[in-house]
């Protein structure tokens, strides 16, 4: 894939990202594209819809398997905001999904290359091409520009207590 | 948890496993419980979805997540007739569930003893206790049963394509 196609598809996750932000979740966006058609998408529901398995992948992942009406992502790409976490690696190999494009590394989770590969792991019957990288000064912009707001809320209610 | 209940909560998640045997799905069934209350309940469903996240331990998890209105499944248990794969792992961590028993291991994707132990990995912010080998006859001997069944309409399907 060229880059800019590939960066291009990233700007949409980050838009996924931005709409999770907006609803006061941790801004991950995810995008599934198959044949340069957009098949899936996903952002962080995980909060709003008090759901521990609604990352922004696993979302997008279930999106294209109701798009193309099949379990088999294959020739799919993934892009996403944030290194994959073994929940959504393992989603990405079940799905066999054909590669992986991700922007910031996820030093608390990441099974994309930071603590582990899963999904180059010849042990599994599916193994992806892993891009790390992509766009990941605007992705970690995002993050921190989200918990930069959330400890200041935090910091005005502890005043206005201390007040109170 | 006494042997008692937790042979008894594990014929559920062989029950559950059975219904997927009913649907032509490769059975493993799953079963979420939370002081003393089943809270969620799973079977693969895969093939009628047409998702490749529908395991029965998400499906469970995901069944758990709504009935306790929480995405925080903690002290929670998963009772799963097979060795979770890593998605189920993650998602296994990613809701904080306390334990988990599985019958059979998965020499194909096992991830909670088998390839690793994603359970038990400290550099995840979350550890569950690991219990395997729970009634792993029962449910390796649904699972063959079922492959045998397959088999054996293939090998007559074969035989009336070669009559026809």
New interface residues.
């Given amino acids: 894939m060229e880059q800019i196609e590939i960066e291009t598809y990233m700007q949409m996750a980050l838009a996924e990202a931005q709409q999770a932000a907006a609803l006061g979740e941790v801004p991950i966006g995810a995008i599934v594209v198959k044949n340069g058609r957009v098949i899936g998408r996903g952002h962080n529901l995980?909060?709003q819809?008090?759901?521990?398995?609604?990352?922004a992948e696993?979302l997008a992942?279930?999106d294209a398997?109701?798009t193309i009406?099949?379990?088999?992502?294959e020739e799919a790409a993934l892009f996403v905001t944030l290194e994959p976490?073994?929940?959504?690696?393992?989603?990405i190999?079940?799905?066999?999904i054909g590669a992986v494009y991700y922007g910031a590394s996820d030093p608390?989770?990441g099974?994309a290359g930071t603590?582990?590969n899963?999904l180059t792991?010849t042990?599994?019957?599916h193994q992806a091409a892993v891009y790390p990288g992509i766009l990941a000064t605007e992705s970690q912009a995002q993050l921190r520009a989200f918990f930069r707001a959330i400890r200041a809320k935090q910091k005005a209610a502890k005043k206005l207590r201390q007040q109170g």
């Fill in positions: 995980r909060e819809a008090q759901d521990a398995t609604a990352h696993l992942i279930q398997c109701r009406k099949s379990w088999r992502l976490c073994p929940m959504c690696s393992g989603a190999i079940n799905a066999r608390k989770a099974t603590f582990m899963l792991d042990r599994f019957n």
